[in-house]
């Protein structure tokens, strides 16, 4: 098992949108939500959970964008202007956390999902594998902790 050294860097697929990540995520997790199918035109997108303020651009201002989201609550993406690439998305209000999309950073060896939510949505072919909930976890306590158990901070 490898151990990821802080800051982590990422941006977007053209390069004009860069970032970097000063505290390591809360937890990794595969999201099954119609919105994330749309947003990634895939089945699901892998989510890190980030502290807000330990997110920096350091290249590019993100343009964002809003919409409800099926959990009920007001959401906001984070994307680049140029190639729209999505970085990241959050909640209005604000509760002090993103979730980053795992695979806008540059090394991606070490992201390895906990858990996977929003699984009502999922593809019917999607196999789980780990930790699972059929809509907004209200206690995201065992997705941190199977996180935490992978030992990459």
Known sequence: MS???LPLAGGCACGALRYELTAPPLMIYNCHC???QKITGGAFTVAATVLEGALAFTRGAP???T???DSGNQRFGLFC???GS???NGQDPS???LSLRAGTFDDTSWVEPAGDIWTKSAQKWVAFRALTAEGQPTDYAPFIAAYRAQGRF
């Open 95 to 97: 509760i002090g956390m």
């Open 63 to 65: 343009k964002r964008t």
């Open 3 to 5: 151990k990821v050294s």
């Open 86 to 88: 999505r970085i990241a």
């Open 67 to 69: 919409w409800k989201a």
């Open 81 to 83: 202007g140029d190639c």
């Open 34 to 36: 119609a919105n994330c």
